[in-house]
């Protein structure tokens, strides 16, 4: 993935220059169980309610932000209040930011090569996101089930 960060403008969100969206949008896989489950996740240690959680399938959401379903699909990524796209290992960073308890954990981005290890973890990560998912129903986590059988 080269191209991590652009710009979202839209006519339909705020036209306020210092707050495009009130919270840090998150575009998931809806019908992958791991990915439900890491939203999950995020959605329980966000004690400021900052994230605001979309499936990929929302109608009308990609439209509305200008991604096509083949770039979204890519990787989770994140649309921060200012109107940033993050993508990949930098979504979560950018989902850090927005947990307090979790911030410090930004850190390991200043350190040279963690970026580039952090997206190359991130992509094995989601290219087995269906094997975890069902890893985390075999441990009792049904919250994990997918929506969309994969073989």
Same mark, same amino acid.
């Given at each position: 993935? %080269?191209?991590?960060?652009?710009?979202? %403008?839209?006519?339909?969100?705020?036209?306020?220059?210092?707050?495009?969206?009130?919270? %840090?949008?998150?575009?998931?896989?809806?019908?992958?169980?791991?990915?439900?489950?890491?939203?999950?996740?995020?959605?329980?240690?966000?004690?400021?309610?900052?994230?605001?959680?979309?499936?990929?399938? %929302?109608?009308?959401?990609?439209?509305?932000?200008?991604?096509?379903?083949? =770039?979204?699909?890519? =990787? &989770?990524?994140?649309?921060?209040?200012?109107?940033?796209?993050?993508?990949?290992?930098?979504?979560?960073?950018?989902?850090?930011?927005?947990?307090?308890?979790?911030?410090?954990?930004?850190?390991?981005?200043?350190?040279?090569?963690?970026?580039?290890?952090?997206?190359?973890?991130?992509?094995?990560?989601?290219?087995?996101?269906?094997?975890?998912?069902? &890893?985390? &129903?075999?441990?009792?986590?049904?919250?994990?089930?997918?929506?969309?059988?994969?073989?």
């Amino acid at each position: 993935m %080269t191209d991590i960060t652009a710009n979202v %403008t839209s006519t339909s969100m705020s036209s306020d220059k210092t707050s495009v969206l009130p919270k %840090t949008l998150v575009l998931y896989d809806g019908d992958c169980g791991f990915c439900q489950w890491s939203v999950n996740l995020a959605l329980k240690l966000d004690s400021h309610t900052r994230l605001e959680p979309r499936p990929l399938l %929302t109608p009308g959401l990609l439209e509305q932000l200008f991604f096509s379903r083949q =770039a979204a699909e890519t =990787a &989770l990524h994140v649309v921060t209040p200012s109107g940033q796209v993050v993508q990949a290992g930098y979504a979560i960073k950018a989902i850090l930011h927005e947990l307090p308890l979790w911030r410090g954990a930004q850190v390991w981005w200043f350190i040279p090569g963690f970026g580039i290890l952090a997206n190359w973890v991130y992509a094995r990560v989601a290219a087995n996101r269906h094997k975890l998912g069902q &890893l985390l &129903l075999r441990v009792g986590i049904s919250e994990a089930q997918c929506q969309v059988s994969y073989k």
